[in-house]
């Protein structure tokens, strides 16, 4: 069954202290590109989200979102220098004994003094972090999949559907073209005598006119390529491997073999079947370029 390129999926890990969410969203492309967007501190570990996300799929415009949370979700701690609180504390007490006061320094007033205090980046377990976004990816790909899949079955049926409409066309030109001759000759020999008003005509000649004629408006090898064509669509389809540039590649073919038989015939009704074909291939081909 076809994957549709289109789709969400979200995931979320925890290791140790840290606390990864993940958000994969998908749309149509002809390649697999992926954007990443994670926090400064977790750059290091795009390569291999990269890869991770490439592994699975092969169509697509991807972008993911990486948000972090771990104990601190600031993303600053506080840090104290205890050695400058010594300090000021030793400091203090030699003002108090000098000036023959009483030290009653309390635990505010050494960290309110300067240098005392100050914010800093919160430590990062890459490592940690590194396990727990592998985790939340494949979750976050597993519920992308389900989407895509879900998409994919609704396209499979229109496109088989739409399938059906080009067989049953296509089956309509296998009668018609010969018709056409047959109609050919008829008006040929219906021509010729009105023109010839009376006079013998050579039954050969017009024979050798007819099967002319029948040559140069000759479908049948591309009626039997565009069926092929066809075939191959529906096993295509019917596969489990992504197949979307194959589908492309068909849709394109049956074009070429649609428009090569409106070319060759001058039949009214012929003609109006081919303008059919070439509306159902385009419908077609618009879905197709949902399919991975």
């Known amino acids: 069954m076809p994957q549709s390129m289109t789709g969400f999926g979200s995931g979320r890990a925890t290791e140790g202290a840290e606390d990864i969410s993940v958000e994969l969203k998908s749309v149509n492309h002809k390649f697999c590109e992926v954007k990443a967007r994670l926090p400064r501190e977790l750059s290091t570990l795009e390569p291999g989200a990269v890869k991770q996300i490439k592994a699975k799929l092969s169509r697509g415009a991807v972008e993911l979102t990486v948000k ?3 104990k601190n979700t600031t993303g600053q701690v506080p840090v104290v220098d205890v050695a400058l609180v010594k300090e000021y504390r030793r400091a203090f007490k030699e003002l108090a004994a000098a000036a023959g006061l009483t030290d009653d320094v ?7 003094q300067p240098g005392v205090m100050h914010l800093e980046e919160a430590a ?3 490592n940690a972090a590194g396990t727990a976004l592998t985790v939340a990816i494949e979750q976050a790909l597993e519920s992308l999949g389900r989407m895509r899949a879900q998409e994919g079955g609704a396209i499979e049926a229109d496109l088989l559907a739409r399938l059906g409409e080009v067989e049953q066309r296509v089956g309509k030109l296998k009668t018609l073209a010969p018709q056409a001759v047959v109609e ?9 005598a009105e023109l010839a008003k009376g006079i013998q005509v050579d039954p050969q000649r017009l024979a050798q006119e007819v099967a002319l004629f029948a040559e140069r408006t000759d479908v049948a090898e591309e009626l039997t390529r ?4 066809i075939v191959q669509f529906k096993t295509l389809l019917a596969g ?4 979307g540039r194959q589908l492309d590649f068909l849709v394109q073919e049956m074009h070429r073999e649609v428009n090569t038989t409106g070319s060759k015939s001058q039949h009214p009704e012929i003609s109006n079947q081919v303008v059919a074909l070439k509306a159902e291939l385009e419908r077609i081909r618009e879905q197709v370029q949902n399919v991975e």
């Open 68 to 70: 972090r949370a771990g």
């Open 106 to 112: 309390r635990l505010r007033e050494l960290l309110q």
């Open 124 to 126: 990062v377990d890459v």
């Open 184 to 192: 050919h000759h008829q008006r040929l020999t219906e021509r010729v």
């Open 226 to 229: 565009l069926s092929s064509h």
């Open 240 to 243: 489990r491997e992504p197949a």
